[in-house]
């Protein structure tokens, strides 16, 4: 159904009933402080309460979708679109003019500009620079020293996706400041999100006052980015000449916002959500140590004594299955939200043009109804013939449809080929100050890992 075709369909959907509300609310925040307070928990026990179910935030209503099939129902109808109390929350950061919060035919330009730098083709090419960043840290840590892990996994994020999108060797001094910048904001913005008291972010608080200085340090970053390739006069085929040189719909070349905002929806996105993996596995790692020699032994056998490369990665098939079954129990991406376009129909239930709705890959990913001994790890259950057992949409870490992740293809390459890397030379166990309860941000990430690494 499109926008223009409602009206049909008003009369249809008034006759259906408003789904359940969730119970636990409270005067005033409604279920925001519990989604403040144990997000994990709360979103993970809706579906014991109605396939979808209303929540309150503060003075909104939002309509929770707990289902695989029909979280997919979701991502797939033209009568969704990207909006709802996330994005909101992520204006600030990401402006209106980029991919990630652009609609309609703003975002099919832009997903076209970006789209060759992440084809299946185009991956091989950031092959070397991958390699040689995930053995760049292998060589930094040595025997026996405590990592701080968060460091140390948003800095290779930032310097893969900057090195393999922007060519950007001058990224080297600017990654920590954005790492740093990066951990604020997304706490910050996630508390924006549940406990939406708009003017209470305006009071010059100390947390207020951190906020917008990350928030500035960022776009000042961004310009300095584009600025520095603009200075230089070189135009290398990578992703910032694409977006420098892209026209729009009546040929002219894209405003000076739209670049900056474009820059910032692929960096900051890049950075956040493969750091965050990063830490969740070597997290996975040092829990179970048993996975870390068995990718230790599968690199030996498929690759011998030399350094793991980019080509070896598709033969890697049990590295790949412990990075897919890091990303199915910590989904950096672990709440998803969407707006109605349409008074429209979900799982028999009415939502009306206007209303936001939220899910949660968390929930899914770990939903006994979709997997056996759903709280355990285990990689195996990604071996072709036990995965055609998972029920549709109830693994969809980068997402489905048109807004589905471009990056899927480099981050699974990536992330496969930093942990065989890792897992070949290190072993790890905690150092004091390591805390791996969930940190609760826009993304999904153990607070703080301290880790000694240990020669195999
Ligand atoms: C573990 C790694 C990653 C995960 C789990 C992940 C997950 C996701 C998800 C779930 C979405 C869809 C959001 C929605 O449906 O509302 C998304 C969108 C996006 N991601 Fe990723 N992502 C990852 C890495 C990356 C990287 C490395 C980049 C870029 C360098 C990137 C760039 C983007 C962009 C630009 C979008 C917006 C796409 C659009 O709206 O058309 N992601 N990502």
Not at 217 to 238: C, F, M, T, W, Y
Request: aromatic content about 6%; glycine content about 6%.
């Amino acid at each position: 159904m499109t926008v223009e075709s409602v009206n049909p369909e008003t009369s249809a959907t008034t006759a259906l009933s408003e789904p359940p509300l969730a119970g636990g609310g409270v005067p005033l925040l409604g279920h925001g402080w519990k989604l403040a307070r144990d997000p994990l928990s709360f979103l993970s026990g809706l579906r014991d309460h109605g396939e979808v179910v209303r929540l309150k935030l503060g003075p909104k209503t939002v309509y929770a979708v707990t289902t695989p099939a029909l979280t997919g129902a979701v991502a797939l109808s033209p009568d969704y679109i990207i909006a709802g109390p996330l994005w909101e929350s992520l204006e600030d950061l990401l402006g209106k003019e980029g991919v990630a919060t652009a609609n309609g035919p703003l975002h099919r330009r832009q997903r076209r500009t970006i789209q060759p730098a992440f084809r299946l083709d185009a991956i091989p090419a950031y092959g070397p620079i991958m390699a040689e960043e995930a053995y760049a840290l292998v060589q930094r840590w040595r025997s026996g020293e405590v990592l701080d892990v968060t460091a140390e996994s948003f800095r290779v994020a930032v310097r893969v996706a900057a090195r393999c999108l922007m060519r950007g060797s001058y990224m080297d001094d600017r990654a920590e400041r954005i790492c740093t910048d990066l951990a604020t904001l997304f706490s910050g913005m996630y508390q924006r999100m549940v406990v939406p008291l708009g003017p209470l972010y305006k009071v010059p608080l100390p947390a207020n006052r951190e906020f917008n200085r990350a928030l500035a340090d960022l776009h000042v970053l961004v310009d300095e980015i584009v600025a520095d390739r603009r200075a230089s006069g070189q135009k290398p085929n990578d992703l910032l000449t694409a977006l420098l040189e892209a026209k729009d719909e009546n040929g002219e070349p894209i405003g000076e916002q739209e670049v900056h905002d474009q820059v910032i929806a692929i960096l900051t996105p890049g950075a956040e959500t493969v750091g965050s993996t990063v830490m969740s596995l070597l997290l996975v790692l040092t829990e179970h140590p048993e996975l870390g020699d068995k990718i230790r032994d599968e690199v030996k056998t498929v690759v011998g004594d030399r350094p793991v490369a980019f080509d070896d990665v598709r033969k890697l098939t049990y590295t790949a299955n412990v990075v897919t079954e890091t990303l199915r129990l910590h989904p950096a991406v672990w709440i998803l939200t969407r707006r109605a376009v349409a008074d429209t129909e979900l799982g028999g239930y009415r939502i009306p043009k206007g209303a936001d709705l939220i899910y949660s890959p968390y929930a899914v990913q770990r939903d006994r109804r979709s997997y056996e001994r759903n709280e355990e790890f285990d990689p195996d259950r990604w071996i072709p013939e036990r995965a055609k057992d998972v029920p549709k949409y109830a693994m969809s870490p980068f997402s489905v449809g048109n807004r589905k992740c471009p990056s899927d293809h480099f981050s699974m390459a990536e992330l496969t080929l930093i942990t065989a890397a890792v897992a070949s030379a290190y072993r790890f166990e905690h150092a004091h100050g390591s805390d791996t309860r969930p940190r609760i941000g826009i993304t999904l990430r153990p607070r703080r890992l301290m880790l000694r690494a240990l020669p195999r």
